[in-house]
Structures are given as C-alpha cells and as structure tokens.
C-alpha cells in the first residue's frame, strides 16, 4: 500500500520501497524453503533470514540508478561482510542436528546467494548479480505451483481453465496467447511506459502479498504438497 500511494508522491521513493519489499519476497522464500527442507525453525533462522534479506536490499540499491546508489555502493562491502558472516555463523547453529542432505545443500546455497551476486559484481557482471536471485526465486516458484497442480488434478481437472486447455482442439490458443501477450505489452510500454510499469508494480505487490500466505502451513495449497527430507 505504501509503494502505490508513494508512486503519486515520489517516483524514487516509489522504487526504493518496491526494491526493499522485492527483495524481502524473494529472499523470505528461499529461507522459508529452507526452514521447511530441514524442518526447524528457532531465533537463529530469524536472524539468519534477515542477514541475508538486508544484505540483498542493498546489493539491489547499489545497482540501479538513483539517489539512493552512492548510498547503498559505499556501505554494501560493510554490509556484505558482515551479512555474511553472521548468516554463515547463525548458519552453523541453525544446521545442528539437521540430518536432510538436500535441505543442507539448500540452505547453504541460498546463504551464498548473495555473495555470489557480489562476486558477478566484481567480475562486470551485475546483471548476473540481478538475475541470479529471481531465476532461482522464479524456478523455484514454478517447481511449487506446477507439483501443486499436477497432484491436485491428476485424478479429476478441478478448474474451468485446465480443462479448456486440456482438449487438443484448443491448446494451441494457450500457445499462441503468451507471446502475443508479451508482445503486446512490450508494444504498450514503448507507447506508455510508466503506466505499463505502474501496472506491472501493482500486479507485483499483489502478487507478493497473496503469496505471503497462500503457502503456510495448514493452507489449501499445501494440503496437495509435502517435502521430504
């Protein structure tokens, strides 16, 4: 709410809030897939998911261009290693005990996240730094939601869309409808630009706030999931 409302007063002020609740979302799933891999969850995971959420917001805020870059550029080494090494030794204290070797491998990952961001930095590659969290945040994403699907209608198709689409005679309109979409929109933002990019934010934030839920413990959607350790 606060990033819509800013949008009328402050365009830059807008973009920082969106950059910190962004990096909040992507950086609260991968430590809350984690958490839910090696099923634990104490003070340390806390501290840890936050070291490593406000060394991302300022790796982001040192990379785009606004006000705010010479700000977040002269502390992000500070905030980088200090980031670092409490995730890293709040880390060890989160992993005692844990015995799941894919959820070991998912949490140490996802702690040198960042840091790997900052070594494409180093190197002149900051749109890896960029990347980098939001493919691993969107293939994770889509891994979720397909499973999701796939075990709730693998016995009977429960939604109007997947069966439309399931039927040979139309599944090529499904085909045909995304990149015509894509295209359109990137039509629609050489034309109006900032009104395609406000509507792309707010879509964003709903996004972000529906899934700030939808995923917990004892919701619907995952009644048709579990994880192993």
Request: hydrophobic share 55%.
């Amino acid at each position: 709410f606060l990033t819509l409302l800013a949008t009328w007063y402050d365009k830059e002020l807008a973009f920082l809030l969106f950059v910190i609740y962004s990096m909040i979302h992507i950086t609260f799933q991968q430590t809350g897939i984690s958490q839910m891999l090696v099923a634990k969850s104490n003070i340390f995971f806390v501290w840890w998911k936050w070291a490593i959420c406000t060394t991302a917001i300022f790796l982001y805020l040192s990379l785009y261009p606004s006000s705010w870059k010479m700000f977040a550029q002269s502390y992000f080494p500070a905030v980088l290693l200090v980031g670092t090494v409490v995730a890293v030794t709040v880390g060890i204290f989160c992993m005692r005990g844990v015995e799941s070797k894919i959820g070991q491998w998912y949490f140490w990952g996802t702690t040198l996240l960042i840091p790997a961001g900052a070594v494409f930095i180093k190197l002149g590659y900051p749109i890896f730094a960029i990347l980098l969290p939001r493919f691993i945040h969107d293939f994770t994403a889509f891994a979720f939601y397909a499973t999701h699907d796939v075990n709730r209608n693998s016995v009977r198709m429960n939604n109007f869309l997947y069966r439309f689409f399931a039927t040979p005679s139309y599944v090529w309109i499904l085909y045909a409808l995304i990149p015509a979409f894509a295209i359109l929109l990137a039509f629609l933002f050489t034309i109006h630009p900032y009104g395609v990019a406000y509507g792309l934010v707010i879509v964003s934030i709903v996004h972000y706030y529906i899934e700030s839920f939808m995923w917990k413990k004892g919701s619907p959607h995952r009644q048709e999931m579990s994880f192993s350790k």
